[in-house]
């Protein structure tokens, strides 16, 4: 295949021999190029009697010599795969750029290879080497490496140039190879693309691969040779005859470039197929060939006009759901179930077609739907459903299978009730399809859509559309009674079920609204337990709290027959609100037929107990113009009435001056601020998940000179209604401030919290006062808590979050004290900057025996939690309530479990001290 050049004429009959052997064996083409090199190192090594024969391929990126075959003749085998980084040897690499052959007798001595030597050529025992370089394109492409083995070697003239052809000889035959693997990987391409492919020539068809066949539905033979036009209808899509058409686009891809185009094609049989067409040429061998590849679009024309045809019903579907999504923005902004209903079935009249529809909630026995909503339906209609069975009615199955389900026809289908066949008969009634409300297991109530003739089954879009909006309203439903039962608790006692003093203001003052102008008067009487403390003391808690719920309903029978509210403040304080009397003597003899009611003894746990009260009387609109002011009278009255035989008193403005103990805290309160007659006793706090103490409550208290010791909630109301609340404040502030310095400094890792009422969150000066004590001590602001109520959030909750605001920007931490007492919307807490809530002793106490404090307690921390706040549990009383609180993953406990509030001194030493008791 290859002549001999003249040089050949100087080789020896040997080496010459084996040239043209290997020139001429056509298995070096017609073979892979693997088998080729195994010939040629083979032959080479038997010739040269050399001890190692290899061809060497340079990377791609000309970063390395890679070993493509070795034949070794000492274990007659191959290797492949080693390297030569040229990195390592830049000098060799260098000399096999430069020179055509490296004649080395010596390796040991030549320079050349001096690199490779010490960690090649003399660990292999090679003492000679020829080495001839291949090339491609004018670069060096690879080195043909021919080894001796053992003492220095002169390799003749005649080998020298054996090895510069052989090495040409090789450079043609990967050149030669390089472009049969191309050919061979196009032709795999060709035949295995998934478009059918045209090789034309001359406007007829040189080539084609299977896909092309399968396409046209004809073998190769009948369409090599055919021009194109004979497998297409006359005339295309845009009128023109397919030969013109055709003949135009071959000559512009063959002269101004590649043509995309759309093309009817024609089967074998007759059919026709849609095809999107992609032409280019090449010139090959002075001939020009154009390649078609052709796409098959048929299908994808068929699904546009199905997408088209469906469109619409998407379309239709999108609405349906953009429906669903305002009814749920409207959903979850109510409360009331009966909006939501009448919300809910006002929507479904726009999404379905049942001319009649029902919104049944299941009552708390779970035996019983009541109807809270209709359409469609006479008044006459709704009372014969108001209140139906839920068992072995089709909605009882569908609430309990959480599934929706339909009757097709209600005469024969033995899933309906007799009474509810019969009565849907009546009305005309003949199939209909049930959709539950479930949440989270709960089981809400079902929504009815009647039909007046029989089948009307909804497709599986529509009830896809049905799912959607029963799973809204569940969640509505089931967000409306959380948020009625957090109204409730927020406005009512935990202990008794009463109003509690946010609920009595709010009841007063809207009964004022009312009776303003009219020649009616209203009444607020406060009602305080005589001798309640020394049951408490004497029989426990317990039995303390159980008499509080029966005096609660005795004080309830008491006033069953007037227009009256009954309320619990807290401990043993009750409040009456008489929303309508004639005059203030109306008002006293309804409390003096109170005192009468608790005078008769009351049965706890087979003791007769009996008790006395003292009443207070304010009465509008002699005594004031608001809730709040006929509180307070009410509250001066009632202290005057503890020395009153009757036990009952109207207020007269002489009581306020002539109360000597209250006069005295509201005038001298100024000057114990100033005088240090105050006190802070701090109350630890204990780490439930880090089990260590983390914090202190600093309470205020009172040792007067004369009257002794005064608790807070008696003079701390005083400084609120006076200027006296911002000093009192301050001095606490600075007092727990000092404390905490002097502690921090003997290691304990703490902070502390201290109260702010009401005035202190209208106080706009209040922040920047206490970040300048905190850097006047050195202390980081986090160290310092600050606790408000609920309640004092809400009397100007605009002013008081532009405090809170400024409070949390200078670093100091927020939380809510005695939560779930108080009313406040839980819009409004997400959106402070808030640290913890610190859930109410009332709640906590009771926990392990009531299961609704158990649940108010275990909700509260979830929702904290969701809210990224921490949870401080009050009034801890014992290792129990505290080991649970601990499995509910509260972060802080607080109550004398763990510490009385104490002197300064006394809590250093127990937060210095480990917890003696186990928290679980």
Known sequence: MHPATDSFDKLSNRLQAAFIRLAKDEHLWSGDLYSALRNVTTTLAEVLEVGRASVWRMSPDRHELVCQLLFRTDRQGFESGASLPAAQFPHYFGVLDEERLLDVPDAANDQRVQERYPGHLRPLGIGACLEATLHEAGQLAGVLCLEHLGSPRLWSRDEQLLAISVADLLSQLQVFHTLKDRERSYRSIFDAAGDAILTIVDGLIADCNPQAQLMLGRPRAELIGKPVTDFSPEMQGDGRRSDDKAEGLLQAAIDVGPQQFEW????????????????????????????????????????E???????????????????????????????????????????????????????????????????????????????????????????????????????????????????????????????FTVLPLVYQDKQLGVIGLQFYDCGNEFSDAELEILRAVSQTVSLALANARSVQALEFQATHDSLTGLPNRTQLHRDATESLRWIAGSPRQLALMLLDLDRFKEVNDTLGHRTGDQLLKLVATRLQAAIEREDAMLA????????????????????????????????????VEGIFIELGASIGVAVYPQHGGTSHALLRCADVAMYAAKGNASSVSLYDNSHDAHNPRRLAMITELGSAIRSEQLVLHYQPRYSLQEGRWCSCEALVRWQHPKLGFIPPGEFVQFAETSELIRPLTLWVARTAVRQLALWQQTGLCISTSINLSTRNLLDITLPEALAELLREYGLQPGSLELEITETALMTDPDRAMQTIERLAELGMRLSIDDFGTGYSSLAYLKRMPL???????????????????????????????????????????????????REYGCDEAQGYVLSKPMAHAAALRVMQAPLPIQTG
Not at 840 to 859: E, G, K, P, T
Request: charged fraction near 25%; proline fraction near 2%.
């Open 305 to 431: 006009q199905i997408r088209q045809t469906s469109a619409e019903l998407l379309k239709q579907r999108n609405l349906a759901l953009q429906v669903v999504l305002n009814l749920a923005s409207q959903l979850h902004r109510s409360s009331d179930s009966e909006a939501i209903a009448d919300e809910t079935l006002r929507v479904l009249q726009l999404l379905q077609r049942a001319p009649l529809s029902l919104f049944h909630l299941a009552d708390e026995d779970g035996e019983h739907f009541e109807v809270i909503a209709s359409t469609g339906y006479t008044p006459a209609q709704i009372a014969a459903r108001r209140r139906m069975p839920i068992e072995r009615s089709l909605s009882g199955q569908a609430l309990a299978l959480g599934q929706i389900l339909h009757c097709t026809n209600v005469e024969d289908d033995e899933r309906i009730d007799p009474a509810i066949r019969e009565r849907s008969l009546i009305d005309g009634i003949h199939s």
């Open 264 to 303: 009817t094609h024609r089967r074998a049989d007759g059919s026709r197929i849609e095809t999107e067409v992609s032409l280019s040429a090449i010139w090959l061998a002075g001939r020009c060939q154009v390649t078609a590849i052709v796409r098959d679009v048929t299908e994808r024309r068929l699904a």
């Open 568 to 603: 619990r403040l807290g401990g043993d304080e009750f409040a009456i609100l008489l929303r309508s009397v004639t005059d203030a003597d109306q008002a006293q003899d309804i409390a003096r037929s109170i005192v009468a009611a608790l005078r008769t003894p009351i049965e």
């Open 835 to 885: 640290h913890a809530l610190k859930i109410d002793r009332s709640f906590v106490r009771d926990m392990l025996h009531d299961d609704q404090d158990a649940i108010i307690v275990r909700s509260t921390i979830g929702l904290a939690h969701s809210l990224g706040l921490q949870v401080v549990a009050e009034g801890v009383e014992d290792p129990a309530t505290l080991s649970r609180l």
